[in-house]
């Protein structure tokens, strides 16, 4: 039996070029004092969260425009697919020592900063390698960070802000 390959638009390549832009951008120009390194959780995490922290979760997406014919390109099928990452800024009172409304502006600002321009970037390869995914030719363009409102934690030293990112890119096919 033939082993399954992805296909260039495939939502686990989308979601590991996703990821990975968004882990080497965020400390691209630095991080602040309060911050030791850029702790990035994914998807759910299960383990206990550390302070201050990030975590990206995929929420999924959806057929967002259809092409004529599904034709896509020159030999491939495709549709348009829109998809929603959030991703949420943490930090604790106590270990902020009462700065952890400022340190979790400063986490969103970060984050916004990746995507204020509208980020493009390509789609890599993760079925053909994880270890160092290549490019396959075609690209995720983000939107801007939308800002959401939070409930408060259960656990009064907890404090989140919570951001959202839309994504599209082309789900392709080969035609054959």
Not at 10 to 38: H, R, W, Y
Not at 90 to 95: C, F, K, Q
Not at 101 to 109: H, K, L, P
Request: aromatic letters at 12%.
């Amino acid at each position: 039996m033939p082993t399954f390959t992805g296909y260039p638009g495939s939502e686990f390549n989308v979601i590991g070029s996703f990821n990975s832009f968004f882990q080497t951008q965020l400390t691209a120009k630095g991080i602040p004092t309060f911050m030791s390194s850029a702790v990035i959780n994914y998807d759910f995490p299960v383990k206990p969260l550390t302070f201050p922290s990030f975590s990206v979760t995929h929420l999924g997406s959806e057929q967002s425009q259809t092409f004529q014919g599904r034709g896509a390109d020159n030999g491939w099928r495709g549709d348009e697919k829109i998809g929603i990452a959030q991703i949420d800024c943490w930090d604790s009172y106590n270990r902020a020592s009462g700065n952890h409304v400022r340190n979790i502006r400063v986490m969103s600002d970060m984050v916004s900063r990746v995507y204020v321009t509208g980020a493009a970037f390509p789609i890599l390869d993760v079925y053909g390698s994880t270890a160092s995914p290549t490019g396959n030719g075609t690209i995720i363009r983000c939107e801007t960070v939308t800002r959401q409102p939070t409930t408060p934690d259960p656990n009064p030293d907890i404090i989140r802000s919570r951001l959202l990112i839309n994504y599209k890119w082309i789900e392709r096919a080969s035609a054959a």
